[in-house]
């Protein structure tokens, strides 16, 4: 049988002094610790998400990947809560849960950092997703590293600013990898970014003209600006005359999550499995 589904996905970035397979290891544990915590992120009113229960994690071992689930419910905080019993209001003990839950599934690939998450109507969204591991997981990280959160964001914005008649106007923001594969400027870039011990960069760049506009091509500040927000940072705003185009437009993707549509088959067996293979071609 045939399923399909959308996914999005966030980038877990550790800033640490552990490297390699010890590095690996530490994005399964803190995961792990998470998926196991009971963590509930109150959201609007009366509505709350948690991550629970992760599988595929053996000891000592690194896995492909690691799956487990997501929900959001109704959800009452405080330790007691005012229910009408006998005609009479009355306080009673409350255990902080999520209730009535609508759930997604979601799978971690270690050695890429990646958290992907199934996007289903009900389940948290990729903003609440982002706000709850800014809020949870860093309390689970070693005292001397730095933890950062990074919704991948729509790269068609990207592709527009490439395919501009010109481009008036790029403001970006972009930390660096943890050895993604990313274009000779971006590499460029994120040398000069470790180099200079910056965790995070954001860049505005304006034009000195208002007939040709910006020169992105070979800039290592502006192409490899480029090549490396594709996958962790956010383009804030560009202003660009489209191709084709007589107007000046402005646009962000800090708004849009990159958002993936998945097809597998459950017949030729584990959901998981499939996803990861999928995803792994595009990370």
């Not at 000891?59 to 009452?76: F, L, N, S, T």
């Not at 923001?173 to 274009?183: F, H, K, P, R, V």
């Not at 910056?198 to 760049?205: C, F, Y």
């Not at 067996?269 to 996803?275: N, V």
Request: hydrophobic content about 35%; aromatic content about 8%; proline content about 3%.
């Amino acid at each position: 049988m045939k399923e399909k589904f959308n996914c999005f996905i966030v980038n877990i970035k550790l800033q640490s002094e552990i490297t390699g397979e010890e590095r690996t290891k530490e994005y399964i544990r803190i995961i792990k610790e998470l998926s196991s915590s009971k963590k509930i992120l109150k959201i609007g009113k009366n509505e709350g998400i948690q991550m629970y229960s992760v599988y595929g994690i053996r000891d000592g071992e690194i896995p492909e990947y690691i799956y487990g689930h997501m929900a959001k419910g109704a959800y009452i905080e405080g330790d007691q809560v005012n229910v009408i019993e006998n005609g009479q209001i009355v306080k009673e003990e409350n255990k902080p849960r999520v209730i009535n839950p609508i759930t997604c599934d979601f799978i971690f690939i270690p050695k890429r950092h990646r958290l992907i998450v199934e996007k289903l109507a009900g389940t948290p969204t990729e903003k609440q997703v982002e706000e709850y591991l800014n809020k949870f997981l860093a309390s689970y990280v070693r005292k001397d590293d730095i933890l950062e959160i990074v919704l991948e964001k729509d790269e068609n914005v990207i592709r527009q600013i490439y395919d501009a008649k010109s481009v008036y106007k790029l403001s970006y923001e972009i930390s660096y990898t943890n050895d993604d594969a990313i274009g000779p400027l971006g590499d460029e870039l994120e040398k000069q970014i470790k180099k200079s011990k910056i965790g995070k960069l954001k860049l505005t760049a304006e034009a000195d003209n208002k007939s040709e506009g910006l020169d992105i091509d070979n800039s290592v500040l502006l192409e490899g600006g480029l090549e490396l927000a594709e996958a962790n940072g956010t383009i804030n705003s560009a202003k660009i005359k489209p191709k084709g185009g007589t107007k000046i437009i402005s646009i962000s993707n800090k708004n849009k999550p990159k958002v993936i549509p998945i097809e597998i088959d459950t017949d030729l067996g584990s959901k998981f499995k499939q996803w990861y293979n999928k995803m792994i071609k595009l990370l």
